[in-house]
């Protein structure tokens, strides 16, 4: 059974960090591409951060650059989005992606809340 379990979100002020992580089980980790994504309230699912599977190229949106990145563990099936400078339009829940060829798998979502 695949499953990809994201953690670590929760409520921040203005200019605080969060790490978030997920894990991913049921298919093999290393050869899939990961993404993270966010959707607020009210707004269409955006991509912000992106890794290949091997964790040697990543992509950011233009909104999130400089503030966030992200990483990835193979040996622990886990990927990482290290989130800095929070400011409030950041807020939304955010999904991580597993992506290989015809194969999506998505997490359940984790909430950031960035207000003071």
């Known amino acids: 059974q695949v499953q990809l379990v994201e953690s670590g979100g929760g409520l921040v002020q203005p200019g605080g960090s969060l790490r978030l992580s997920c894990v991913g089980s049921g298919f093999t980790f290393s050869r899939y591409a990961m993404r993270w994504y966010r959707q607020a309230p009210g707004k269409e699912r955006e991509l912000v951060a992106a890794i290949s599977s091997p964790g040697d190229s990543t992509d950011y949106a233009d909104s999130v650059k400089g503030r966030l990145t992200i990483s990835r563990d193979n040996a622990k099936n886990t990927v990482y989005l290290q989130m800095n400078s929070l400011k409030p339009e950041d807020t939304a829940v955010y999904f991580c992606?597993?992506?290989?060829?015809?194969?999506?798998?998505w997490g359940q979502g984790t909430q950031v809340t960035v207000s003071s």
């Open positions: 992606n597993a992506v290989r060829m015809t194969q999506n798998y």
